[in-house]
């Protein structure tokens, strides 16, 4: 098998996405409050190695928390989970940035949903 090997030149950290898992994965949210005509993207704030929140309104209310977790030892995959803490609509975007892979996941306005693969990548 392969060792890919994550390349942390490949992921630029800025202030709308988190590179984690030493930069092998870009995640980003864009969000929008349709019944307010607005819309924009998640300012990104790193935790740990693996694990980062989103904001959107202001630097005081956490909206969305999300880690990739490398689970190879118990299935071959990368994981992905995320936490709501808010109805606000949003879509994740996370790139394998060593295959180019990209998923995505969606809460409609409106839900609170958190997500949980743990076959994302």
């Known amino acids: 098998a392969e060792d890919l090997r994550p390349d942390a030149e490949s992921c630029a950290v800025s202030a ?3 590179c984690l898992n030493a930069g092998r994965f870009r995640v980003q949210v864009a969000w929008v409050v349709p019944a307010q005509g607005t819309s924009g993207s998640g300012v990104a704030v790193p935790l740990t190695a693996d694990t980062g929140y989103f904001l959107f309104f202001s630097p005081n209310n ?9 689970g190879r030892a118990f299935n071959g995959r990368f994981w992905l989970f995320s936490g709501a803490l808010s109805d606000v609509g949003y879509t994740i975007t996370v790139t394998d940035t060593s295959t180019g892979t990209v998923r995505r996941y969606t809460n409609p306005s409106g839900s609170l949903t958190s997500a949980a693969d743990v076959s994302a990548f």
């Open 16 to 18: 709308s996405a988190l």
């Open 62 to 70: 956490v909206e969305i928390v999300i880690k990739v977790v490398d």
